[in-house]
Structure formats: C-alpha cells, structure tokens
C-alpha cells in the first residue's frame, strides 16, 4: 500500500531548500559591503529613534489637552508639537539642575512611554488614518500636487539623513547640546553668545543627538511634516481636501521652505507652533470656548522658546484679540490675561535662566551681561535698516520677488504662490458663510498685524528683515492662500477653466521646486552617504571643502592642544577642541583687551590655546565689502600679528593654522 505524502514536511524541505540557495548565492555575490549596509541601518534607526520620540510627545500631549473638537489630524500635530515641548522643557531643567547625559536623556523617553503608552497608541492609530484620508482625492491636479510634495520630502529625508553641513546648524543649533553634553550640564557658554536665545529645538535635539548624529535634521524634518499634515488636515474639515494641499503647496513652492527641511534650524518648529496659535484662535472665534485662548497662549509661548523674533506670533495674537474684543464688546483684561497666562508657561523658563546665568533675561541683547561687553554688543546688534521707508507698505511684495535664499535683506525665497493665492481669499466677502469669515479673518488679522511687525522691526535693526525670523506667521499665509484657491476654483469664466489654470501653475512652480531639491541632492551626494558609498569625511569634504580638512586636523590634536578660530563661527566639527568666533568678534576682543603692546601669542598661550585658525578667505571678504565692524585697520594688525608666526599649514588659501609659541 502505498504511504501518503506529508503536505507540511515536503512544503518545509522545499522552503528550506529554495532558503539555502539564495542565501547560498547572495553569499558569494554581495549586492552590497558591509559597511553600506551598516550605514544604511544606521540612517533607519535613526529616523525609527525620531519617529518613536514624536509619537512619544503625542501621548504627552493628548494626556495634558484633549483638543476633542479640533480636526483630527490638526489636533494630533498640535498634540505632538505641545508634547515635544513639554520634553524640551524637561531636558532644560534636568540638564540645568542635574546633568546633561544622552542615556539620561534617553531614559526621559523611555518613562515617558510607559507613562503615556495608551495616549501613544490612539496617537498613533488616529495619524495613520488621518493620513490615509488626506491622500484620497480624486483631482489629478491634485495628486500631481501630493507627488511632487512627497518627492521633496523624500529627497530632503535623505539629505537630513547625513552629517549636517549647513551654516547656523554648524555655528549653533547642533553646537549647543554637543557643547552640554560634552560638559554635562545645560547654562551659560561664554564662548557662544547664542547659549542666551530660547532654545526649545535644540532641546528636542539633545534627546538624541548624543545618540545618533543626523537624528537633529530628522526631526527638523518631522517639524515639517507636521506642519504641512496639520495644515491639510485643518482645511479639509473647514474648507475642502483640494484646498488643503493648495495650502501646502503654497509653503512647499518656496525654495527655502523646501530646503530648510533638511538643515538642522529652529525655522519649521516655530512653523508648527504658529500653526498651533491660528488654529486655538480660531477655534476660540468660532465657539467663544475661552480655553481655546489658554491653548493658543501655549503655543505662542512656545513658539517664543524657539527664538525671540518668534514672539512677533504673540503680538499678532494679541493684535486679533484686541480686534474681537472692540467688535464683540467683551472684556479685554481677562482675555489677555489668559492669553499671556499660556504664553509664560514655556517662554518664562529661558527668560529666568538667562537672568540665573547672566543677569539679563533677554540676553545676549541691549546690554552689557555675561560675556557681551560693549564691543560685543557693537558687533552684533549694529546693523543698519535694509530698503526703505516703502517696506513698510509693499513688505509682502518685495519679500516674495526680493527675497532670494542666501542672499541680501530678505533672505528667504518663499516662492509666488503664497502672495499670489493668499489676497484672493478675500474676493467675494459678501457671499462666504460666517464660519468661513471667521477663518479667513482670523487668518487674515494675524498675517497683517505680523506683517506691520515685521515692517516695523527692520526700521530698527536690519537683521530683522529677514524671512526666516518670521516662518512663525506662514501658516496664517498658508491659509489664506488656500482659501484664495477654494475662491479662484469657484470663479466661473466663460470658455475658461480657471481652476485648472491654477492647478497647472501649482504643479508648474512646485514641480520646479522639487526639480532643484532633487538637483542639489545629486550634488551634494547625500544618496551615496546613506548607502554608504562615501565615508563621513568624504561627505564632509565635497560639501564643506578645506573646513572640513582643517576641522579633521584640529580634532586629531592631542588631549590639552585647543584651537582659536578667528573670522570662522562654524566649531561643531572640532569641538571641544577649539573655540569658534561665533559673532566674528574674537580678534576685535582681543585686539581691545591689550591695549598696550602686550604679547598676543602668549595672551593666547595663557587662555590654554595651542593654535590658531584663520579663516583667510573670510577676512578677505570683509575688506573687500568693508564691512564697518572690521575696518581695515583691525584686519591689518591682524596679518602683522600673523607674519610674525611660525609659517602655518595651509588649507587651499582658504585656512591658516597657526601653531602658538610656547
């Protein structure tokens, strides 16, 4: 009698078998080294770490504010953006009263999720199906929109994905918690002035910076993601999908708004909490639930812990609830009470450290404190205004078509659709349900109080006329651009399909925005690093040049050798190994100090610095635009001191490391 065949053994033995060759194969052909594909794992821990701590920060979140009648992807990033500054707030005061660890900072988190699991779970289950229903759309317009965001998110996910290199991030964002962790506490550093500003990312930062290095720019980019997820969610319930992503593209159609995802700054975090501010008050117009004013004091004042001119979000705030006030005919005081009740609970505590650690709460500015003596002072506030008296009436114009990434002024290149889509949300007044002038207006007086502060500001300070220092107020642009697209896809003219006009000039200028994302991802190399085609060096090198040389030569020093950078900010590459001239005042400093022909190399020797590095080029670069807090006399006293040096290595005619005598 012949034995029946065992289905579950043979099935086994042939998966075994087919198991055994490809593992067999992939053995002598290696699709990929080792250390690429330790690289590459790295990148995905990293990024699995950040998602962790934002779901993390959402159950904080939803266990202090439930935001039951916001939309429910707009409530969700508000929760996330109130958990992660309530993690911020915590590592301040750990690190300031206890010690500044990245285990004990990791360990914050890990308690945090077994307090809040539950929290975390509906976070998490909520943000997946919010996802999923922003993406169901119909218009291939639309989803054209959706594609090209998501190419630039992808592209900008791989840059953040390798070491940092962009300016500020290497001058302070990233340098500030590597600079506490490597002393073990959270104060003043006189060494970096920028220790003095509210410091709220950088504080999200350290959670895991000490941990993995690109894991800052991933939540850079998260605050991003946020910000956009937010603002569509909150227009699909108000107003209609489409709109949403109108909304979004508007952001995304800048340049700098696209590039920034993935530079390590504070831009995109106070994004998301302006974003925060409009929505709380908005909701409060809408139903006149006066905690709604508590919540959106709560994100002003985080939005104010992100950097100082991030207050601007405050005052415009203030400006809307004065506005209701006079038309409802309520009273003033206890609304602003409120409001500035919410606001203190995340902008006091950096207020009261620098008043610990410097005597000056809103140090590093005004007044001489801490290391900010009057040449200091000089050095970093004395710039005069940019443009003219007309900024103050055609400011959003000239930002939109003036202002270019990197350059002059503005700084910032925002792209048309913003201005172009944003004043035609008011078209047709008469006509939009109340509910939808509530929106618009509330949108509307924030974005124009912000503005006339903004304006304002520059007549002071020309610093303050840049962009990036008021990403704060987009959001409320962002919404009126979408409610300016719901207006124009309304709009019927004969013979004419408006809308689709308009949706092809979108897709016309993200697309362009995308096409140059992906472009200097391809210069920049970021895809080779992350699949471990080029080493951290190498990357360092093809993005940062003989800096990155010089930087790899201090940090081979032996133990007790440091280095004075003078005329370069950037130190996150060498520290602790050297001290950078953040505010590029270190040689005017000490060139003031010894006044009378004392030894400037043994001054140096006595402050423990064994060498010194110049940044040539950038010298050369403030005679020849004369900048007038290094006139040329300063640079001149400079080179004389220099000659009189041993002759120092060379990097390019770029660097010139000098070794002091002993």
Not at 434 to 455: E, M, Q, S
Request: one cysteine or more; proline letters at 4%.
């Amino acid at each position: 009698m012949q034995r029946k065949s065992n289905p579950m053994l043979i099935g086994l033995i042939a998966l075994i078998w087919f198991f055994i060759v490809v593992l067999g194969y992939f053995v002598t052909h290696k699709p990929f080294s080792a250390e690429a594909f330790l690289a590459f794992i790295r990148v995905i821990g990293a990024t699995l770490a950040v998602f962790l701590v934002l779901i993390t920060a959402g159950g904080l979140g939803r266990k202090c504010l439930s935001l039951s009648d916001y939309p429910v992807l707009a409530r969700i990033c508000l929760q996330i953006s109130l958990g992660l500054g309530i993690i911020a707030l915590v590592n301040l005061l750990v690190g300031s009263l206890l010690i500044a660890n990245s285990i004990l900072f990791a360990g914050l988190i890990v308690i945090a999720i077994v307090v809040c699991r539950r929290e975390m779970i509906a976070v998490f289950g909520e943000m997946k199906s919010g996802i999923a229903a922003i993406l169901a759309i119909d218009s291939k317009g639309i989803r054209g929109l959706i594609a090209l965001i998501g190419l630039i998110f992808l592209a900008q996910w791989i840059v953040a994905s390798a070491p940092p290199i962009k300016f500020d991030a290497l001058n302070y964002h990233l340098t500030l918690p590597g600079a506490y962790l490597d002393q073990g506490r959270i104060g003043d550093l006189p060494w970096l002035v920028m220790s003095g500003m509210p410091q709220t990312t950088e504080m999200i930062f350290i959670s895991l910076s000490g941990l993995f290095e690109s894991a800052p720019l991933l939540f850079n980019w998260c605050f991003g993601l946020l910000t956009v997820l937010g603002l569509v969610g909150y227009l699909k319930e108000k107003l209609n999908l489409a709109s949403g992503w109108a909304a979004a593209a508007s952001l995304l159609a800048g340049y700098t708004f696209a590039s920034a995802l993935a530079w390590g700054y504070v831009d995109w975090l106070s994004c998301l909490f302006g974003l925060g501010v409009v929505l709380a008050l908005e909701q409060y117009r809408q139903g006149r639930v006066y905690a709604n004013v508590l919540v959106a004091g709560l994100f002003a004042g985080l939005a104010f812990s992100t950097k100082y001119p991030a207050a601007v979000i405050f005052l415009a705030g203030a400006g809307l609830l004065t506005i209701t006030v006079l038309r409802w005919n309520i009273r003033w005081l206890p609304l602003m009470l409120r409001f500035a009740g919410g606001a203190a609970v995340f902008a006091f505590p950096w207020l009261i450290k620098n008043l610990i650690f410097t005597g000056n709460p809103i140090y590093p500015f005004f007044f001489e404190s801490g290391s900010m003596t009057s040449i200091r002072l000089a050095v970093y506030q004395g710039l005069p205004t940019y443009g003219d008296l007309t900024d103050l009436f055609l400011l959003p114009l000239r930002a939109t078509l003036q202002g270019v990434d990197g350059g002059m002024g503005y700084s910032v290149s925002i792209g048309p659709l913003l201005l172009g889509l944003g004043l035609l949300a008011f078209l047709n007044w008469e006509q939009k349900s109340d509910a939808h002038k509530i929106a618009i207006g509330t949108a509307g007086w924030i974005a124009l109080v912000g503005l006339v502060v903004w304006a304002v500001g520059n007549q002071f300070s020309g610093y303050l006329i840049q962009t990036r220092l008021y990403f704060t107020l987009f959001p409320a642009f962002a919404i009126l651009a979408g409610y300016g697209y719901d207006q124009v896809s309304r709009l019927n003219m004969p013979q004419v399909r408006l809308r689709r006009i308009v949706v092809a000039l979108m897709l016309l200028v993200t697309g362009l925005n995308a096409y140059q994302v992906v472009t200097e991802l391809v210069g920049k190399k970021a895809l080779g690093y992350v699949f471990g085609q080029s080493s951290h060096q190498q990357y360092l090198e093809d993005n940062l040049g003989w800096y990155a040389r010089a930087m790899q030569d201090i940090r081979s020093f032996d133990e007790g050798e440091k280095t004075l950078l003078l005329y370069e900010p950037r130190g996150y590459y060498c520290l602790p190994q050297c001290d950078p001239d953040e505010i590029l005042d270190q040689w005017k400093v000490t060139r003031n100090t010894l006044t009378n022909g004392e030894n400037i190399p043994a001054y140096w020797r006595s402050q423990g610095y064994s060498h010194v590095l110049v940044y040539t080029m950038g010298m050369e670069f403030l005679r020849m635009d004369q900048d007038p807090h290094h006139p040329p006399q300063d640079l001149d006293a400079l080179e004389v001191l220099l000659a009189s040096l041993p002759a120092p290595a060379n990097y390019g005619d770029t660097y010139s490391l000098y070794e002091l005598p002993e």
